[in-house]
C-alpha cells in the first residue's frame, strides 16, 4: 500500500469542466445504444489477488472498448449543423472505431486520421464501420495539427479522444454500471492513456462510492500521467513505447487532469511483462480476450500493492482490440507465472 | 439446407432412460452452483451467418465448459454410502475437471483418468480442483477397463463422462436456460462428442421449442455420430485425430443414442481448419476464448448450410479450455478467411 494519499480531493465538483450530472446524461442518450457489458468474477482471480474482483468487462462493448462510450455521447451532444458537417477523430485506434460507429449510427460522417503502425484489427474495424481514414507517423507528424487542418478545410467538427467534456462524461458510464452492479467498492483501479476513463470513473466514484480510491494505471515505459500527478501539472514525454497501445499518450489532456487532480488517489505503474502475464491469465481462466492496455488494472491488482487483502476491487478492463497474431505471439511470450 | 429430416422425431418421450423431468430436477440442484451463463449477441456474426445467432456461452462456465453441469449433478444424485466411497472419472479433460470440482463442491473424493496426452491446462486445473489423477494412453489403453479396476478395487462409483441418466440430464440445462433466455429458435447447433450435450439440449428443445431442429456437430475425422445416426445403430470407429479434443470419441453413449435418434434433426461435420478460422472469430470480434471443440456449432452456423436466411439460430459453445500456447498457435495458423 502506497501512503500517498491525495491532499486535495476535497475539491468540489462544481468548478470541474464535467460533473456526475454529465455522466448520467450520457448514461441516458446511451441507453439501449451501449451493451451495459457483464462484470465478471472469478475465484481464482480472487484468489491471486488476496481480494473481492469485479471486473467491469468493456472488451465486451460496442466496437470492444470502452471507448463507444464517450464517442457515441460527443456525437449525440452536437447540434444539427456540426451533424452536417461530420467530424473528425484521431486516435491509436479505439476511439477511432468508437467514433466511426457512433457516426454510423447516428448518421454523421466520420474522418479517422490514425497511426500507420496501428493495429490492422484496428484499422479494418474502422474501415467497416465506414470511416475515411487517413494515415500519418506517429514518431515524426502531429496528429492535431493533421486534425485542426482538416477541420478547418473541412468545416467538421474534431472530437478528440479524451481531452473533451462529453468524452469523459460518456466515459464515465462504464464506472457508473460497475457500482450499480457491485456496490460501494474500496479500490477503482483504471487504465490510464489520455485520461477520459480515469477522469470519468472518478466522477462516478465520488457520487455512487464516495470512499473509493480511485487509481490510474499506466504502463511503466508512459507514467506521464504518474509525472504529471505528482507534480501538480501536466508534464508531456516523448512517445513511450510499451504493448498497451491504447496508453501511448505523451500527456495527459487538461480537462482530464484537473479531475485526475482532484478526485484520484493516486497514479502507478506496471510493467509490460505483467501485462503479458495477465492478458494469459484471462485467456486461460476466465476466457476473456483483452487487450494489453485493457489488463493494466488487473496486472495492479495482481501486484498486491494497491489493495488491502480482502478489499473490494473494481477493475475496468478498457478494452479487447488486439490483432490475433500479435494475441498469439504475446500469449507464447507468457510464462504462466504469478505476476 | 440438407433435407433429411428424421422419420422417427415423434418417439414419445416415456421410452427415454432421462426425461426433461430429470432436467428440471438437474436445474434446481444447479441453481446458485453453476453459473447462468451469458447468452452472447454479434451483429458481425449474424451477418457472417445470414441469421440471428444466440451463442449460449458455456466456456464462462465454471471449469470452463458445460461438463460442470452434468457431473455435478451426477455427484448430487449419489447415495450417502456412495459418496463416502467417493468417485472416479475418465475423460479427455472437461469432464474430468468437472467432476473434480463438483467432488470438492460437495465433499466427495474424486479420481480422474486422464490421457496421457491431454492439454496441460486441463491437467493442472483438475489437480487444482483436488483430483487424484491416472495418466493413460488413448491410443493403447482402454480407459473404461481402467476405471473398472479401480472402482472394483475401492469400491467408488464411476461416473461416465456421457453414457449416464445424470449426467446428460444435467448437461441438458444449458439449452434449459439458453431458450429461456432467448426464446424459441428455429436450429439449435450442438458440440457433439459422446452425445452428452446433444441429448440434454435435445430433451430441453423438445419441451421448451419443440419446432426447433436440433443438429449435432461433429470434427470431420471423428463422424461416428453422423454414420450411427444415418445407419440407426451405434457405430465405434477408431480414435480420431482433429483438434476438437473434446470431441475425440469413438461412439456415442447408448442411453445418448437413444435420445439423440428420436429427437435429433441431423448431425453434420465441419473441418478443422473451420474451427480454426471460428476459433479467430471468436478471439477477434466477440472477445471470448473458445476451444476446438466449443467451436463446432458456430462453425457449422458460419457455414450456412445448416439453417435459412434470417433463421434464429441457437449455438452452444460448449467449452474454454485450451492451453495458452496450443490456442496461440491455433490463431496464427488462422487466415482470417470466411468459414
Chains 1, 2 share one sequence.
Do not use: W
Amino acid at each position: 500500500m502506497a501512503d500517498s494519499s491525495n491532499p486535495s480531493a476535497a475539491s468540489t465538483p462544481e468548478s470541474f469542466p464535467v460533473t456526475f450530472a454529465d455522466v448520467e446524461a450520457a448514461a441516458a442518450r446511451l441507453e439501449g445504444v451501449a451493451h451495459r457489458t457483464p462484470v465478471m468474477t472469478s475465484r481464482t482471480a480472487d484468489a491471486r489477488a488476496e481480494g473481492r474482483l469485479f471486473f467491469k468487462c468493456e472488451n465486451l462493448q460496442r466496437g470492444g472498448a470502452f471507448k463507444f462510450r464517450g464517442a457515441y455521447n460527443a456525437v449525440a451532444a452536437l447540434s444539427e449543423g456540426q451533424r452536417r458537417q461530420g467530424v473528425i477523430a484521431y486516435s491509436s485506434g479505439n476511439h477511432a472505431q468508437a467514433v466511426a460507429l457512433a457516426g454510423r449510427l447516428q448518421g454523421v460522417a466520420t474522418t479517422i486520421v490514425m497511426p500507420k503502425d496501428a493495429p490492422g484489427a484496428k484499422v479494418s474495424a474502422t474501415r467497416e464501420y465506414g470511416g475515411e481514414i487517413i494515415f500519418y507517423d506517429r514518431y515524426t507528424e502531429n496528429r492535431e495539427e493533421i486534425c485542426a487542418a482538416l477541420a478547418a478545410e473541412r468545416g467538421a467538427t474534431v472530437i478528440p479522444p479524451y481531452d473533451h467534456p462529453q468524452v469523459i462524461a460518456g466515459q464515465g458510464t462504464a464506472a457508473r454500471e460497475l457500482f450499480g452492479a457491485a456496490g460501494e467498492l474500496d479500490v477503482l483501479l483504471v487504465s490510464l492513456g489520455g485520461g477520459g476513463l480515469l477522469a470519468g470513473s472518478a466522477l462516478a466514484a465520488q457520487a455512487l462510492s464516495p470512499r473509493c480510491r480511485v487509481i490510474g494505471v499506466e504502463p511503466e515505459a508512459g507514467n506521464d500521467g504518474q509525472q504529471s500527478f505528482r507534480a501538480g501539472h501536466v508534464i508531456r514525454i516523448p512517445v513511450p513505447r510499451s504493448i498497451a497501445d491504447g496508453a501511448l499518450t505523451t500527456h495527459l489532456g487538461e480537462n482530464n487532469f484537473s479531475i485526475i487532480q482532484a478526485l484520484v488517489h493516486e497514479v502507478v505503474t506496471v510493467t509490460d511483462g505483467m501485462l503479458v502475464e495477465t492478458m494469459r491469465f484471462f485467456a486461460e481462466r476466465m476466457k476473456i480476450v483483452v487487450e494489453p492496455t485493457g489488463c493494466l488494472g488487473a496486472a495492479a491488482a495482481f501486484s498486491k500493492q494497491h489493495h488491502r487483502p480482502g478489499e473490494r476491487v473494481g477493475i475496468l478492463i478498457s478494452g479487447g482490440n488486439v490483432d490475433p497474431t500479435t494475441y498469439a505471439d504475446l500469449l507464447r511470450r507468457a510464462t504462466g507465472a504469478q505476476v
